[in-house]
RNA sequence: GCGGAUGUGGCGUAAUGGUAGCCGCGCCAGACUUAGGAUCUGGUGGCGAGAGCCGUGGGGGUUCGAGUCCCCCCAUCCGCACCA
């Protein structure tokens, strides 16, 4: 039989569907492993070209795992809520569940002719109710949940209720928006209403007024994550700040555990690192500073910050800083332009000057800000503050250099040591006072400094009391003495945000939630799901409510429902804990189930997932485990971040003015313009000149000035895009080779981690391997021509070589490595003439992970009726590799000369002797004598002279 | 600016501190062919007629021996970026 890759693939893709090869049960006999491919999204465009790289990569895996004996769960499913499909909508009137129902279908097929093993019984989309319902459910427990820092998890609100009514907020100690304070009696006394307010305060998914980046092109708000340069990272429209009411989920109360449980998981270190940024954890001390007014202050009273009865007149700041030591060089002020302060304390000579300030800034959209992030700006409040530690006065500005949402949105200012602090200084002409120096007598004027110093190392002087200390110790010191004067201690801040929940969408799960009296309730468990309700159209209302409120009866019980919608990645933060038991409809999944799964032992896909998806599914998965559901911490254990697949672009070189094009080589004598050139119709990077002629209508009169007859391209990597004519489609080198040969070429480009060039210039290089592989099988004239022979040793050797190559290289994920040691194995099986079933047989299952469809072919013809998948990965045995000689490398002084062979018996004292009477050697000594011989067994002689 | 990664033939890449360039593309030569973007065989880092010399971004170092380990520098890519 001839090798015809079309009959095979579509004859056991069928097969494999319809037998439900790939289908596994939760089997406790065997030993689990989990795979897992990063949740598509099913774009209309279909399959994007980087995505196959990271599911040959694990599928790959599967099924050698399952060879090893491994029950591995390998499931698929889709991302299927989302802006696009909604977009298209809207755009169309096309309800976005058809259009998701589209393209998934389309995925479907793409993902069947790569051959994969999905267990595609266990298939769901995020859209189905079936699964939004426990989306829905676990949303209902964070609603219902607090997070105590005292047991550092988090525990029932109704506790903390339990708690207000016996002992208000005493020892209380609960991640929440703002500082609380009553008593049990004060608590008891609040109303419904304000003991709902209250509690808002402290759940993990909370409905407050924040700062939210609003995309109007969008028509909603957006999470830090979908906001790259102030613009939403779908579409590219502009983001701007906005104040809203929206659900939020408290991930900040995670924070610390988040950073730590990246020490626990096999994660490569460059995303580790983007995740411990995006938390980004700093150390250093919160200190109130009390507004400037004439007399002696009570430092205590000033801690209360005015929330004592009969102290209201007492304002004071807290600030954080992560530079206690330097609390001597503060030379002023800054507070953000949202600082609810500001209209307070501005003395009415400042005023118009301040609102006109803040008013500008507050406008400001987000990229205009980032953009100009090196411009200085500000305005003097004309109110003072005082330095709690030396009691000077030190004006108060406002500057949009402070964040609001960072720290308390005040700050120290120390122009000495902090760049920002100088650069503001310096315009405003403020004073600059060095506190900190390399050595306590190495003082400079700061007047004529260019920059700040910002040195974490060093000696503090200008310092009072700490003076001399490092500025370790003075850091110390100083929050020691805030502390003892009740103005302030040690604290750590975080970077990472609460995550805005809310999305002023159609096209996401609805909220469980319904308001009476003004404050969210939530639907009860029993009725879930709440479905999303058909509309008319999927724009806001005129009276720009969100498109859940056209829905006709949109309540519970006569209440109002949420008219918002839940993020994207309300879908994806928990997805791979329902495919352990995804048709439970009485839970989430069962208990059996994930002590059985338990966690994702692989997790494949890419690195632009590291601040959004994988932040918010650890956070979830914690959640959970907080709540006794998920029995590990950490959803993925080894996560692999396939390479960003670039597209490599061809040009053809227009000699400007004409409609003249000149080949590569010869394009240096002209002057021209490279114009991007359909790198479809280059091959190798010659270009079909019929094809260009055809391709527009421009260039249908086109001339060419060739080199040896042929019109070369140039050609440079770049990001792959419809515009640049670098795009290939996959099914099409499907059609053209086959999905095995797609399959191992995609490995054989290199490491799988890194990022590379899309380019299939040697694609034919590996569809020759696969048809000398058949050939193994099948002689010249297409016939079966296995023997039962029984094989020489060398023979062995080689497969056992390949068995040892090709297992060590699956553990370590170089499947690059695999495909070229499979080459090296059939060269060398093809030169020995080598037809026997007792090397061909293994082999086949070798291969059978990286090119299932040829495999199953061939395992089929040697007389199998159990599909290869079954069968059981080959023992490499090692005594095939031991030999009685052993031919060492002979290097002088570490240049390799010349080889001899010496049996591997052979001791340095028995080598010596006859190494030195070799003639080469002699001649290579030329008469002198070697200073020192290195022998390393079975490895290397070096002969020193 | 901060953090992470990467630098090896014309190209993709390979090398537990031990023979640099495996495997493949491309290229060259040959075989079979009416033909070749088919198949097969051989060759292919640079310089040199040759023995040989030089070669892993650059410069130092450790070592009998360095692409690999250490220090400094350069380039490219990725992430973050007024985060106090």
New binding site residues.
């Given amino acids: 039989m001839e090798y015809n890759f079309r009959e095979i693939e579509a004859k056991w893709q069928k097969i494999w569907k319809e037998s439900h090869l790939y289908k596994i049960e939760n089997d406790p006999s065997k030993p689990k492993f989990y795979v897992l491919d990063m949740f598509p999204y099913p774009s209309g465009a279909g399959l994007h070209v980087g995505h196959p790289l990271g599911y040959i990569a694990s599928d790959i895996y599967s099924r050698y795992k399952r060879q090893k004996g491994f029950n591995v769960l390998h499931p698929m499913g889709y991302d299927a809520f989302g802006l696009p499909a909604e977009q298209y909508a809207i755009q169309t009137g096309q309800h976005p569940a058809i259009t998701t129902e589209k393209n998934v279908k389309r995925y479907r097929e793409q993902l069947d002719k790569l051959g994969f093993c999905y267990d595609w019984d266990r298939e769901f989309k995020t859209c189905d109710p079936d699964y939004y319902k426990w989306t829905q459910w676990t949303f209902i427990q964070l609603f219902h949940s607090y997070y105590d820092k005292k047991a550092d998890k988090a525990m029932p609100i109704s506790e903390l209720e339990e708690h207000f009514n016996l002992h208000g907020t005493e020892d209380v100690n609960a991640a929440c928006s703002e500082e609380m304070s009553f008593t049990a009696d004060e608590w008891k006394a609040k109303s419904e209403k304000e003991k709902q307010a209250a509690l808002m305060n402290y759940r993990l998914a909370y409905l407050a007024d924040t700062w939210v980046n609003w995309c109007a092109g969008l028509g909603t708000v957006l999470a830090n994550d979908e906001v790259?340069n102030g613009l939403s990272v779908r579409g590219g429209y502009p983001v701007e700040r906005k104040l809203m009411r929206q659900w939020i989920l408290r991930v900040s109360a995670y924070a610390e555990r988040l950073l730590q449980g990246l020490d626990k998981v096999e994660w490569t270190?460059?995303l580790k690192?983007?995740q411990r940024?995006?938390i980004?954890r700093?150390e250093?001390a919160a200190i109130w500073f009390p507004l400037a007014k004439e007399g002696q202050y009570d430092w205590k009273r000033i801690y209360m910050g005015g929330n004592y009865d009969g102290l209201q007149d007492e304002v004071s700041f807290e600030i954080?800083?992560?530079?206690p030591d330097t609390i001597f060089g503060v030379t002023f002020m800054v507070l953000?332009p949202e600082h609810e302060m500001i209209g307070q304390i501005t003395t009415p000579e400042q005023k118009p000057e301040v609102e006109a300030y803040v008013t500008w800034a507050k406008n400001r959209s987000e990229r205009e800000?980032?953009a100009?992030?090196k411009?200085v700006s500000g305005v003097f409040t004309g109110a003072y503050a005082v330095n709690p530690i030396t009691e000077e006065r030190i004006p108060i500005w406002v500057s949009?250099?402070?964040?609001s949402d960072?720290?308390t949105?005040a700050?120290m200012a120390v122009p000495a040591h902090?760049s920002?602090d100088f650069a503001f200084a310096r315009h405003f002409n403020l004073p600059v006072r060095q506190v900190v120096a390399p050595n306590p007598n190495d003082l400079s004027d700061p007047g004529t400094w260019e920059e700040s110093m910002d040195s974490k190392t060093g000696y503090m002087v200008n310092s009072g009391f700490i003076d001399g200390m490092t500025v370790k110790e003075g850091g110390k010191a100083i929050i020691e003495k805030v502390k003892t004067m009740c103005i302030g201690y040690g604290t750590v801040?975080y970077?990472l945000r609460d995550a805005i929940f809310s999305r002023q969408r159609y096209w996401g799960e609805p909220f469980p939630i319904y308001y009476k009296d003004g404050m969210p309730y939530t639907i009860p468990v029993e009725e879930l799901p709440v479905e999303l309700p058909e509309i008319d159209k999927f724009q806001p209302t005129e009276t720009g409510e969100p498109p859940l409120a056209r829905a006709k009866d949109w309540t519970y019980k006569g209440y109002q429902m949420e008219y918002n919608t839940m993020p994207g990645f309300a879908g994806s933060s928990g997805y791979y804990l329902r495919y352990m038991d995804p048709h439970n409809d009485q839970e989430y999944f069962s208990k059996e189930a994930n002590q059985y799964w338990r966690n994702v032992d692989l997790y494949v896909g890419g690195?632009e997932h590291?601040?959004g998806h994988l932040i918010y599914s650890r956070f979830w998965n914690k959640f959970l485990f907080d709540i006794g559901l998920s029995c590990e911490e950490e959803p993925f254990k080894k996560l692999i971040n396939q390479g960003m697949i670039q597209g490599r672009s061809n040009f053809v070189y227009r000699i400007v003015g004409t409609n003249q094009y000149v080949s590569n080589g010869l394009k240096d004598q002209y002057e021209v313009t490279p114009i991007h050139v359909d790198v479809n119709i280059v091959?190798?990077d010659i270009l079909?000149i019929e094809a260009f002629k055809q391709w527009m209508p421009d260039f249908a009169n086109a001339e060419f000035i060739l080199e040896n007859g042929q019109y070369i391209c140039g050609w440079e990597v770049e990001k792959m895009s419809k515009s640049k004519y670098n795009v290939q489609n996959p099914d099409d080198l499907v059609e053209k080779y086959g999905a095995d040969t797609l399959r191992m070429y995609e490995m054989?480009?290199?490491?799988i981690e890194?990022?590379?060039?899309w380019?299939t210039?040697?694609i034919?290089?590996?569809?020759?391997?696969i048809?000398?592989f058949w050939r193994l099988y099948n002689s010249q004239n297409s016939e079966w021509c296995v023997s039962e022979e029984e094989p020489t040793r060398e023979e062995y050797k080689i497969l056992h070589k390949t068995i040892k190559k090709i297992e060590e290289d699956n553990e370590k994920f170089?499947f690059?490595?695999a495909v070229?040691a499979f080459?090296?194995c059939a060269?060398e099986l093809?030169d020995a003439k080598c037809n026997k079933r007792k090397i061909l047989e293994p082999l086949c299952i070798l291969v059978s992970a990286y090119a299932p469809h040829i495999a199953e072919e061939l395992w089929a013809m040697l007389g199998h009726s159990d599909s290869v998948i079954n069968a059981t990965f080959p023992q490499y045995d090692d005594s095939y590799m031991q030999e009685t000689d052993f031919?060492y490398?002979v290097?002088f002084?570490?240049?390799?000369r010349l080889?001899i062979s010496f049996p591997v018996s052979y001791t340095q004292k028995e080598i010596e002797p006859v190494l030195i009477e070799n003639p080469d050697v002699q001649k290579w000594l030329a008469g002198a004598k070697p200073k020192?011989i290195?022998v390393?067994p079975k490895?290397?002689i070096?002969i020193?002279m």
Avoid at 400 to 403: I, Q
Avoid at 764 to 769: A, K, S
């Fill in positions: 790259v270190d460059s690192e983007i940024n995006w980004g700093s250093g954080f800083t992560t530079r953000c800000r980032q100009e992030v411009k949009d250099y402070v964040l960072y720290g949105g700050i902090d920002r801040n970077r690195a590291a601040t091959h190798n079909d054989f480009l290199g490491p890194m990022a590379k060039p380019d210039n040697g034919e290089g590996v569809f020759r391997f048809k000398k170089s690059n490595t070229s080459m090296i060269n093809g031919t490398p290097s002084n570490g240049k390799m080889k020192k290195i390393v490895r290397i070096n020193v």
